[in-house]
């Protein structure tokens, strides 16, 4: 059941530059989208959500876009530090989820190089 | 800060055995939840709840899983018999109400021999 997509397992980009990571989703239903971070024998971490009536929404060096009409979403990370190094998660939740079940992506995981 | 904290951190334990996962929610949530993530794959909604009762579940959640709220503070999801396949990071996560992100614990490494 692939309702969330991240077709990019791994991603490698230098300390200072930016981090696009996206997602694409199938299940016109979902409204509200989150990205979570996670470090190895850690439990995800929120970093930043957005609902459908948004299309964009920044926090700090995270920026989500959402672009309804193509079901994909990217997160933005500038400048990206080392620190950044993790496993980054989409998630979606949807109106009629009404319980807020959360439905994952694979996931991508960024190597931030000096 | 308030945080998710579950227990054990690893669990092993004989197939067929019982095992309880246990976690403290964020005090002021409402809304709590299990999810898994077998090695190698994504993180899958197991079971919701809310007001003292499942609110919904997945079909991985089959009669071999329970879920409990004890008290004001613990939120234990019980495995009856556990099976190879139930190897697993199972994660809980809880959030306040309405429309929100959720929290997670750190998770428990559940492994079955």
């Known amino acids: 059941d692939q309702q969330v997509k991240q077709n990019s397992p791994s991603l490698s980009v230098q300390e200072g530059r930016i981090s696009i990571l996206n997602c694409d989703y199938t299940?016109?239903?979902?409204?509200?989208f989150l990205w979570y971070k996670k470090y190895p024998a850690e439990g995800p971490t929120f970093l930043i959500s957005?609902?459908?009536?948004?299309d964009k929404n920044e926090d700090g060096r995270f920026t989500v876009f959402l672009n309804k009409s193509a079901k994909h979403l990217s997160l933005h990370i500038v400048p990206s530090q080392p620190g950044d190094s993790a496993v980054y998660f989409c998630a979606a939740s949807g109106a009629t989820d009404s319980w807020g079940k959360l439905q994952f992506g694979a996931g991508t995981q960024v190597v931030v190089t000096p | 800060e308030p945080e998710v904290t579950q227990t054990p951190s690893h669990q092993v334990t004989q197939m067929g055995q019982e095992v309880i996962l246990r976690c403290v929610p964020i005090s002021n949530h409402l809304y709590f939840y299990w999810y898994r993530q077998i090695l190698g794959q994504k993180v899958e909604f197991l079971v919701s709840?809310?007001?003292?009762?499942?609110?919904?579940k997945s079909e991985i959640f089959d009669d071999q899983f329970s879920v409990e709220r004890p008290d004001g503070s613990n939120f234990t999801l019980k495995i009856r018999s556990t099976k190879l396949e139930d190897s697993a990071m199972y994660f809980c996560?809880?959030?306040?109400?309405?429309?929100?992100?959720?929290?997670f614990g750190p998770g428990t490494r559940l492994t079955v021999t």
């Open positions: 299940n016109s239903m979902f409204d509200y």
């Open positions: 957005i609902s459908s009536i948004k």
């Open positions: 996560a809880s959030r306040t109400g309405g429309f929100g992100e959720q929290y």
């Open positions: 709840f809310y007001n003292n009762e499942i609110s919904e």
